[in-house]
C-alpha cells in the first residue's frame, strides 16, 4: 500500500525544497513554485459587483471566492470576500485585474500583500550595528526605571540597580535593552515630561557606555526620545504608534532610528474598560496601516519600521490568544514584528498566578510567537526566555 504524506509548506523556499527531493528538474521547479502555496485572502468592504467579477475569474483560473447570499445577488451596498488559490492563481488574477481600469488598485494591493506575506527575513540600521531578523530570533531585555509598572515596578528604580541589571541581561544574551521610564499598565496616569527624563536618561547614558547591544527607549515623547537618542539610544518604542506624539515620527526620521509601532487601544488609563473590537484583526491592521503612513510621510526609511499589536493594551484574554495564535497576518503589512507576553495578565488568568509566577505561560507564548512569525520577542526574563527561543530557532529552521 503506498504511503501518503500531507505536507505542511509554508513558503517558497520550503517548496522548492520538497520539489528538489522529489526530482523535479530547475525549469519545473521554476513552473510549479508559484502552485505549492495556497492562500485565502480576504477582501473587506467592496462592491459585490466586484466581489462578483473576482469570482468569475478566479473561477476560470481554478480558484474560488467566498461570498454571502447578499453579495451574490447584489442586495448589499459592501460586501467581504474570501478570495482562494495558489499564488499562480493570484498571479493570473493581478494580470485581469490590470484589464478594468477600476479595480487596478485592488490588483496592485493583492499584489502588495502577496510580496508581503513572503517576505521573512529583514534588516534594521542602528547606529552601532544592523540587526539581521529572521534567521535568528532577537531578544529585546525589559528594563523598568520605574516605581509601579506592573510586573518589575520599583525593582530598578535605582539608577545603580537599573544600570546593573541592564548589564546582566546583555550577559545573559539580550539582544536589545528597552528602557522605559513611565509605567503603562492598565489604569496608569501620563508621566511628566521632566520626571520621564530624570529617570532615563541617567541610565541609558551610563549602560550605552559599557555595552554594544543597541538600547532602545520605551516612549511615546519626542522629547523623551530625542533625548535618549543623544544620551545613546539606538531604537524608538512607541506604545501608541504615533497616536499621542506624532512628532515622534520626525524624531526617528531625521535620526534615521529604527521604530517600533505598537497597537493601543485607548490609552493605558482606559484600555482596559469597555473593551470591544467589531473586527479584531482588521482594526489592529488598519491602526498600524495608519501608524506606518505617519513615520513614513515623516521621512522614516519604511525598512526601519517594526510593528507590535500590542498584546495586552487593550485586549481581552480571547483577543490575546487570537493574535498570538493568528500573528501571521500581521505579515501583510511587510514589515518584522516584535511580541510582548511577558508575565501579561492573560497568562496569570488562565493559569491562576501571580505576576512573578507566570514564567512557564510566558515562554510557551513566546515559543508559539516564533513559530508564527515574531522576529523579536520582549521579555524581563531573558536567561531563560534566551534558551527557549534558540530550541523553537532550531526547530523553525530545521532543514532549512
Known sequence: MNLIRCLHITNASEAIQQMKKVGVDPIGVKLMGGKTLNFNLKVEGIDPRTANLLKQELLSLGGDVAVDGRGLDCSANQTDALLMGTQKHFEKLILKLEQYPDLQLLGQSIKETLKNISKTNYSIRCRKRTLILGKRTLLMGVLNVTPDSFSDGGLFFDKEKAKAHGLRMVEEGADIIDIGGESTRPGSKPLELKEELRRVIPVIDSIAKEVDVPISIDTYKSTVAQRAIEAGAE???????????????????????????????????????????????????????????????????????IIDPGIGFGKTVEDNLLIIKNLFEFRILGKPILLGTSRKSFIGKILNTKVGDRLEGTLSSAAIGVLNGAHIIRSHDVLQTKKAIAVVDAIRLAGT
Open 235 to 305: 531604537i524608538i518604542n512607541d506604545i501608541s504608534g504615533l497616536n499621542f506624539d506624532q512628532s515622534l515620527a520626525k524624531v526617528a526620521a531625521k535620526e534615521d532610528t529604527p521604530l517600533v509601532l505598537m497597537h493601543i487601544r485607548g490609552t493605558p488609563e482606559t484600555m482596559q474598560k469597555d473593551v470591544h473590537y467589531d473586527s479584531l484583526f482588521s482594526e489592529i491592521l488598519q491602526y498600524l496601516k495608519v501608524s506606518i503612513q505617519r513615520a513614513e510621510s515623516a521621512g522614516l526609511d519604511p525598512r526601519q519600521i
